[in-house]
């Protein structure tokens, strides 16, 4: 007996019929996609992103007396750039802005906002909560657009990342952030959510030179902050101020840890197996090591008369320097046993 | 006043059918100001309510007939020539609607030739002079005081015609024929459902009540698609409990000089009444309560 056919809707349109209803009952009423007037348009005093240029500039015009002339017409010039973009292909992601009252309150896009006043527009497209962003997640949209900005300073970066982990902390609770919680919740690489961390908790006088500009390298700043010692750590960051490369603070570094190290040769630690019964030398590939010991040790007037015993060793050679060593320690054996 | 349209890309699933259904419940049996929009060149819908007439400038469209209240003596009534079609909107002209056989049913009917203008203006001006039109329209004093309902047909596409019924829309319905490419047709509408439900502002949603199987008979092909529909956790909720049969009996009641003429004149005990009724109802309950 043959089997009856079977009908039914392709695996394809039956996603695709299931997606487009999950994205209007996951994201309808929470946001929308839109064009709002610029001249509705707001400014977050809050972002992070401290730019000095403001709305009022960019529509009337910079003055001369203002105290921030040359910042912000510094500003103006990159805004041109953009503008000009703006006017031939216009605004390529929508800004994202919330309402409130009669106004759009930019959460991400100040500049494009600013460079499409200056591009003459008279709208642009938006993504527009219909609420106010909670905390976090308002700082989170915000460190999102920050993130990928190459003109956004050091010290505004770990500003977003601070206000970030202080809304994360508010909404669920005082908790410990640690690296990997960090790399969570901003998708940043587990390295770079150490790097933050460490910067975040820098001592004054590193955070001082971040929020002053002279440390604007992140790797810089990390490795700078974790350098136990104060009188180390002045000392790579007056190199890093003055322009040193990560590998000369890397030596500074190593420095730091060959001097710190030295105590703990001496700590007793629990052993296993025999005890010891004698002492092991160590070994060197530089001859001039064992060179510089023996003459060293000859250069002592109890063992001075040595020296006639040492005058045929070819100290470039391995075999001739071991056996000189050896017959030192023989020497020094002896003449500690008298 | 509550704006539902009926879509689906795909033509021949009984979007005017469901139309006329709807509008006629409204106003006939629950006594609901409607009026009935026909947003599809073919202008069906129109013909079930007026003497539609060939268009002399293209011969295979329709064009309204002259309105019952133009006079050719009025002052007033100089500059119109005495049709007049929901596409009147897109010419910045007023609509007069029609009165119909129905005491509580006008109908903006539809004009072939302009409809089709505007479902084929170019895109970078489409927003303004189609997308919006309708809204602008019903959105109106005059019209919101004179209806509690407007019912919608639309024509078979995903073009700026349909886009302009999604932007005016409180609700819509998606009836289909459960089989292949009217199902596709039911992608269409939701792409476009999702487009204008993340456009819109939170006070005013677009509500999709469903996909209504219509025209659904007994057949293996019919009953397998919409099993694989309602068995689909996210589709199952939009898939409408009732559902219309193919019947005759729709097809008998559109033609001309068909007695009765609406299918709610029919005895209480006919099966195609009955189950037009459960629709109605059905589709009314859930938008007016």
Redesign the interface.
Known sequence: MTKKKRFGVSQALTRGLSEAINVVENNAAIYRNTVVPLSRIELDPDNPRKLTINLNDVRNGLKKEDPHYEKKAEELERLKELASTIESSGVINPIVAYKLGEFYRVVAGERRCLASILAKKNEIEARVFNEKPKGFGLKLVQWIENTAREDLTLDERIGNIRDLIREYQGERGEQGITATLLKHITSLSLPQATYYLSVLNAPDDLRKAIEHGQVRSLDKAAMIAGIDSDEVRREALTACINGSSLKELRKIIAREKLVSSQPKIMREKAKRGRVASRINMGSTANAKVVQAIVQSVLSHTNFNRYSEIFSQVAWDRYDHATRAFRKLVEILEQEMVR | MKVIAFVNNKGGVGKTTCSKLMAEYLSKVKKIPTLGIDFDPQCNFSHQYLKMEIDPAAPEGLMPPIHPDYATDDPDHIDWDGRSSISEIFYGQGVVPYPTYLQHLDLAPGHAEKLLAAEAVRKSEVVDKVHKQLANFLNSEDVKAAYDAVVIDTAPSKGPLTVSVMKAATHIVIPSVME?QP??G??GM??L??QE??????DR?LK?IGILPNMFKQT??HK??LK??QE????S??VLPVSLSQRIVFAEIDAEEANPRSIFDYSVSHVAKQEAEEVCAYITERIFS
């Open positions: 292949e199902v596709q039911i992608y939701l792409q459902w999702m439900s993340l456009a819109r502002e939170k949603p999709l293996r092909l397998d698609i694989c529909l689909n956790p996210a589709i909720k939009y």
